[in-house]
């Protein structure tokens, strides 16, 4: 078996996926690293997902809708962590995804939401064939704390376990739980974010590479499981993170992570996604 190890650098993307279904478990698949399914068998994903109670994934698809003050004020009474009200220029707004609407279904109050999703996604998740009830949203002025954005993230775990402090968003991480590096989806390797000063202290580095890569594989070889090998791996490893927030929460964020005061590899990765929502006229 071939002992490899690879070096790249960190990288961002925005996940622009339209579709709910196609979105969703494109992001879901990167906890195991899997490929992107066709249409019909995100669907069955997504529908396993639901039915085994991993909610979280649905987290990561936000709707917007306009609705009457009688309505907002019944919402607002809820208090619900996964609903985000705003009133602007006195017009009242909702975001939410359907993480709380397959929790409460059978709570009338949240019914109304369910109605104003699109139509596929009430058919497959609800069973509902209903007209849309309030118009969906897809952009407004002074709605930061409404419209969420994801970037895909190819940053070490030692950023990560930076990133997942923040309350208000949503991951989804690769997991070393399941993912086995040996095998040939990985090009049987081990993959690590480039350090900042590899270059000075090359020799240090390329060395500690090696030896987590030959404990890794024998630990493997030796027939422990991927969640238990996964002890002898360090910070550096790459990992793969889904990050879903709002645009508030994001110049939070870029408010701690850019600083100088922050980790120089988390404010690296973090600038690149500031400078990509500044140059698409997000912030």
């Given amino acids: ?5 690879i070096l790249i650098d960190d ?37 396993r997902l639901i039915n085994n109670g991993h909610l979280a994934m649905m987290e990561h698809y936000r709707f917007v809708i306009k609705v009457d003050k009688e309505y907002y004020d019944e919402v607002f009474s809820i208090g619900d962590p996964f609903l985000t009200l705003k009133k602007i220029d006195d017009e009242y707004y909702i975001s939410y995804s359907v ?7 059978n709570d009338e109050r949240y019914y109304k939401l369910i109605l104003s999703l699109p139509a596929d996604v009430k058919k497959e998740i609800f069973s ?10 897809d952009d407004l002025k002074g709605g930061d704390e409404l419209f969420y954005y994801t970037y895909h993230l190819i940053t ?24 086995n590096y040996t095998k040939n989806k990985f090009s049987n390797s081990l993959t690590f974010i480039k ?23 024998d630990l493997i070889e030796s027939g422990s499981a991927p969640e238990i090998a996964r002890s002898v791996l360090p910070n550096s490893l790459k990992a793969s993170i889904m990050v879903t927030c709002s645009i508030k929460e994001w110049k939070y964020i870029f408010d701690l992570r850019t600083s100088t005061h922050a980790h120089p590899d988390i404010r690296r990765v973090m600038n690149k996604v500031r400078d990509d929502m500044s ?3 997000l912030i």
């Fill in 1 to 5: 078996m071939n002992r490899n190890y």
């Fill in 11 to 47: 990288s961002i993307e925005r996940v622009t996926i339209p579709d709910f279904f196609d979105r969703i478990a494109y992001i879901a698949h990167n906890c195991y690293q899997v490929e992107t399914k066709e249409h019909d068998k995100n669907i069955a994903f997504i529908m």
């Fill in 99 to 105: 993480r709380p609407l397959i929790e409460h279904r």
């Fill in 128 to 137: 509902i064939d209903d007209l849309s009830l309030y118009p969906l949203i």
């Fill in 156 to 179: 070490d775990r030692g950023v990560t376990h930076e990133i997942v402090r923040h309350r208000l968003c949503s991951f989804a991480q690769e997991s070393t739980r399941y993912c």
């Fill in 195 to 217: 350090p900042i000063d590899y270059e000075e202290k090359k020799e240090i580095y390329d060395n500690y590479y090696h030896v987590c890569t030959e404990t890794y594989f």
């Fill in 279 to 281: 140059k698409r006229g």
